[in-house]
């Protein structure tokens, strides 16, 4: 039995020494994963045409926070050559995943009064409304821009995207995602403009730009209400009790729709939702498509 006690105990240290291992070396993973990355960034053997594209911003000793944006520099490096050199606007994205020690950046281009102004970056179209996407939770850096490119490959448009290496104030922090900040525009999400008078026959028809999303930003109220979204009437797949979807108005906003436009937008989600789930979902006229 005393051998049997001393055994058992040799276990347990043996299994918490690999814990503490553990999570050791959980905590410093992220650290030696982006010293690694800032060494690559540093390494003179690396030629500048092999490099993904070096984005550098300068805030001039500002602190970047979430809201409201602060004016910076940014210079933009492809293959050693300076393609883009001018103003900013940036702020710390993203509601939880602020938490992260690695942050995502919303970006504005800015001309030399810090009024917005449509420009191209890394060759992708015209726009002001740019983000830096960090794939903290992600290690593989690749679930989004992977489905994004499939979801353009199959005519559907999502954010086009690429990846570059960031620094600010001259602090390495890793390899990000460059991509499109979702809007209506023509070279985005492509559809017609709404406005407040368009409340009746087809104007009434949108377009419209709805989102599944925690409530942040510019909405209206706390948390989900009826200024700032509406709910669908199904719950999800194997939901706890009380759990439900919310649609939030993105476009127009949750200050700018009318009541005639919720009414449209919702009544519409709520027959296409019916549609689908009904026995005839897979019907030409009657099921889901004559949505889409």
Same mark, same amino acid.
């Given at each position: 039995m005393h051998l049997r006690f001393l055994g058992s105990v040799n276990l347990i240290r043996f299994i918490a020494l690999i814990f503490f291992i553990y999570l050791i070396s959980s905590c410093s993973s992220d650290e030696a994963i982006l010293e690694e990355q800032q060494e690559q960034a540093e390494d003179p053997t690396i030629n500048p045409e092999d490099r993904l594209p070096q984005v550098l911003v300068n805030t001039n000793g500002? &602190?970047?926070?979430?809201?409201?944006? #602060?004016?910076?520099?940014?210079?933009?490096? /492809?293959?050693? #050559?300076?393609?883009?050199?001018?103003?900013?606007?940036? /702020? #710390?994205?993203?509601?939880?995943?602020?938490?992260f020690p690695k942050k995502s950046y919303g970006v504005e281009t800015w001309d030399a009064n810090n009024e917005d102004i449509n420009v191209s970056l890394l060759g992708l179209p015209e726009e002001e409304d740019w983000v830096f996407y960090a794939p903290y939770s992600d290690k593989s850096l690749l679930r989004n821009i992977l489905i994004y490119d499939l979801s353009r490959d199959i005519g559907r448009y999502a954010s086009r995207s690429l990846f570059v290496e960031l620094s600010i104030n001259e602090a390495f922090k890793g390899v990000y995602v460059f991509m499109e900040k979702l809007k209506r525009d023509s070279q985005r999400i492509d559809i017609n403009k709404l406005s407040s008078d368009e409340v009746s026959g087809e104007d009434l028809t949108g377009g419209y730009i709805l989102k599944i999303d925690k409530t942040a930003g510019s909405n209206l109220g706390e948390g989900y209400n009826n200024q700032n979204s509406f709910s669908s009437a199904y719950a999800p797949p194997d939901?706890?009790?009380?759990q439900e979807i919310y649609f939030l108005y993105e476009y127009?906003?949750?200050?700018? #729709? &009318?009541? /005639?436009?919720?009414?449209y937008i919702s009544t519409y989600i709520s027959d296409f939702e019916d549609a689908l789930s009904s026995d005839n979902f897979a019907d030409p006229d009657t099921g889901y498509a004559a949505y889409i």
């Open positions: 500002g &602190t970047i926070v979430d809201e409201p944006k #602060i004016p910076a520099l940014m210079t933009i490096s /492809e293959q050693g #050559i300076v393609t883009y050199d001018g103003n900013i606007g940036i /702020e #710390i994205r993203g509601a939880s995943s602020q938490m939901a706890t009790t009380g127009p906003d949750a200050e700018d #729709i &009318t009541p /005639e436009q919720k009414v």
